[in-house]
T-cell receptor
């Protein structure tokens, strides 16, 4: 079965410090991987995706993510956190080479950046 | 603003009732996805339509149904509502059918069943 795990319900970080939001996945075949962010009372917004190629993917708002096939992980990172980064972050996976069309989302990680 | 619109923004109704949620995709997008977000279930894929045809089905209850019309807007019908159906319902759209493209999400409809 396809699944995504976000092991941390919440991540706390001080403004200016680096942040990491963790994601691991389990799929049949090679995956497409995504990160989305949800601000309060808003829909999800796309941050970045990994399809193929370079394992380090750069996305919106200074975020990046590293695909690690051996560890089946796709952790979201940012070198210097902003208070405005506080939001709910979702990792999602869509397996390649299957007829499996839908995205499978993790449970979400709440990021809280303190001033 | 993603370009995806959803109405209504909020909906309060009683158990046993039926409601219809509406979604208009981004201009040019042919595929619409419906998701349910609740505290206990997280974000769950319900169903996908592409150019009027059902494309993929997820964890959609038999009490729920959806359709996509010729103008590409979509409606999600929820009937015989239960307290547990209270959730945020999102639609998303993409230009093509396959979900390897990033999806553009609407602001959601918050459904409260009393």
């Amino acid at each position: 079965a396809q699944s995504v795990a976000q092991p941390e319900d919440q991540v706390n970080v001080a403004e200016g410090n680096p942040l990491t939001v963790k994601c691991t996945y389990s799929v049949s075949g090679n995956p497409y991987l995504f990160w989305y962010v949800q601000y309060p009372n808003r829909g999800l917004q796309f941050l970045l995706k990994y399809i193929t190629g370079d394992n380090l993917v750069k996305g919106s708002y200074g975020f990046e993510a590293e695909f690690n096939k051996s560890q089946t992980s796709f952790h979201l990172k940012k070198p210097s956190a902003l208070v405005s980064d506080s939001a709910l972050y979702f990792c999602a996976v869509r397996p390649l080479n299957t007829g499996f069309q839908k995205l499978v989302f993790g449970t979400g990680t709440r990021l809280l950046v303190s001033p | 603003d993603s370009g995806v619109t959803q109405t209504p923004k909020h909906l309060i109704t009683a158990t046993g009732q039926r409601v219809t949620l509406r979604c208009s995709p981004r201009s040019g997008d042919l595929s619409v996805y419906w998701y349910q977000q609740s505290l206990d279930q997280g974000l769950q894929f319900l169903i996908q339509y592409y150019n009027g045809e059902e494309r993929a089905k997820g964890n959609i209850l038999e009490r729920f149904s959806a359709q996509q019309f010729p103008d590409l807007h979509s409606e999600l019908n929820l009937s015989s509502l239960e307290l547990g159906d209270s959730a945020l319902y999102f639609c998303a759209s993409t230009q093509v059918a396959d979900s390897y493209n990033e999806q553009f999400f609407g602001p959601g409809t918050r459904l409260t069943v009393l």
